[in-house]
């Protein structure tokens, strides 16, 4: 077969039965493009040793006359924190150094029940905390497009695996944006599902309120079929339900004035090119017969500022977990709070022990009103704002990011730029609406075209309407 690492899944099961498409064939040219690039990229934590075995087994199952499942044989990169059983799970971080995942998430059993076969572990930021992927304990993951530039995060390794042809699909987890902006920095699709939709259950968790697991691929096709194999409810995760499928036609497109205005935008704004390209796709579905409105959503200026609180209250609650005692690194001390603080001091590095001070001094009882309460109240009108712009639209369009991929080290001494760059995808997670990220164009950086992102937003439960208009999206992008 020609291009193998161009197929769809569908076209890969296709293949698979008709004998065209050996799995060992496709496994072993991944685990080529790995060895080839990963070195430079460092988009993979671990490559695991039993993925071309699996081909094999799953080869000879075909041959026998085995019809293939939902994702037989599609080659999966998997986040550093989804836990996949009996392999290391480190969240990037080195307080988990030694750590084995002793069960599968829900999200990893339901695609190995379906047939995936699991080639490594991507490198992201520790913890998922971070934008760029800069935040690992194991060095920096770097983007395909440029190697100076980074990836995004904090799923980047997962986005690079994709991007790069190292993997066909990946699983990344997202907070505040960690699938949408590596997806976007790297020219790929990546979907944050509505909150619930996927099961929690064998995620690390990073803020339990916020965090989703969801697919990065290279096409809405891909993506759907891979949503709808992790989805549901789950008896583990009591937050996760069973989504039901409204698939309400979209006619109504929102366009929301308060993301273009970008007022605490940072020094740059939002980058021009993106600017153009996002009047191009929203000119694009205007003469497709769309119906394009501008919409307001009052408070979502607020939301960087409510998620930086939230978050690091949510952090510092589930980081205290890791002590010494049950999990991976432990350093020896006098008595047991010098071994609690020698290992925590060791184990995280500087945004992790920055978050956990944040959110315990947000959390202590002199500030907890002053803070938490109220960063909870401005969620809940954030989540009101939404409500009532979906009486008026059916889906919302936006840019994913406020500029294309930066250097590596660019923002690395100033937090606030970096959290600057969560400015359009934070809101979503507040609110817990489904978002997806699909490659729309090119900014003109330095000589290079480096991707640019549209974000489409959709009410609770409806990611149907996401995949219909990226679908528009994405032929339009690949005529260009
Ligand atoms: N960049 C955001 C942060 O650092 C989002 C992270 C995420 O979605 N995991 O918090």
Redesign the pocket.
């Known amino acids: 077969m020609n291009n193998i690492q161009n197929l769809t899944i569908e076209k890969i099961k296709d293949g698979l039965q008709s004998g065209e498409l050996s799995l060992r064939e496709l496994v072993s040219n991944y685990l080529e493009e790995i060895k080839r690039k990963d070195p430079d990229l460092n988009a993979y934590r671990e490559v695991f040793e039993d993925a071309f075995k699996h081909a094999e087994e799953i080869d000879e199952k075909i041959k026998r006359g085995d019809s293939p499942r939902a994702l037989e044989g599609v080659p999966f990169a998997i986040k550093d924190n989804i836990m996949i059983r009996g392999k290391a799970a480190g969240a990037s971080s080195k307080i988990l150094e030694g750590y084995t995942a002793s069960y599968d998430s829900t999200a990893i059993a339901r695609l190995r029940n379906e047939g995936a076969i699991f080639l490594g572990r991507t490198n992201c ?1 520790e913890f ?4 760029s992927t800069e935040n690992s304990a194991y060095g920096p993951t770097r983007n395909p497009r440029d190697r100076e530039r980074v990836p995004g ?2 799923s980047g390794g997962s986005a690079v695996a994709v991007a790069a042809e190292m993997a066909h699909a990946a699983l990344g ?6 699938i949408r ?1 590596p997806a976007a920095f790297c020219g790929v699709v990546g979907l944050k599902p509505t909150y619930g939709a996927v099961s929690r259950s064998g995620l690390i968790a ?1 803020a339990s309120s916020l965090d989703q697991i969801g697919p990065i691929t290279k096409n809405i096709e891909d993506t759907k079929t891979i949503f709808d194999v992790i989805k549901g409810k789950s008896e583990k995760d009591l937050t996760s339900s069973e989504a039901k499928n409204n698939s309400h036609q979209v006619k109504k497109i929102g366009v929301p004035k308060e993301f273009f205005s970008l007022k605490d935008g940072g020094k740059e704004g939002l980058n021009e090119s993106i600017a153009k390209n996002i009047l191009k796709a929203v000119e694009l579905l205007k003469e497709k017969g769309f119906e394009i409105k501008e919409v307001s959503l009052p408070t979502s200026g607020y939301a960087l500022a409510a998620y930086y609180i939230i ?1 690091p209250a949510e952090v510092s609650s589930n980081l205290s977990r890791f002590d010494g005692m049950r999990y991976g690194l432990r350093e020896d001390g006098k008595n047991l709070l010098d071994v609690y603080s020698k290992t925590r001091a060791n184990g995280f590095g500087p945004e992790a022990r920055r978050r956990i001070i944040l959110g315990t001094y947000v959390l202590s009882a002199g500030y907890y009103d002053a803070y938490y309460a109220r960063a909870q109240k401005v969620r809940y009108l954030i989540r009101k704002d939404f409500e009532n712009v979906f009486k008026e639209v059916d889906i919302l369009l936006t840019p994913t990011t406020p500029t294309p991929a930066f250097k590596i080290g660019e923002k690395t001494s100033d937090p606030l730029s970096m959290y600057l ?2 400015i359009f995808t934070v809101p979503v997670n507040l609110a817990g609406v489904p978002a997806i990220s699909v490659p729309f164009g090119a900014a003109p950086k330095e000589g290079k075209d480096l991707p640019i992102g549209v974000q489409l937003i959709a009410p609770w439960f409806d990611e149907e309407r996401l995949f219909s208009i990226g679908r528009i999206l994405e032929i339009e992008n690949a005529c260009k």
């Open positions: 930021d998922a905390m971070g934008s995060g904090s987890s997202d907070t505040g944006g960690s902006q990073m978050m760059e969560d």
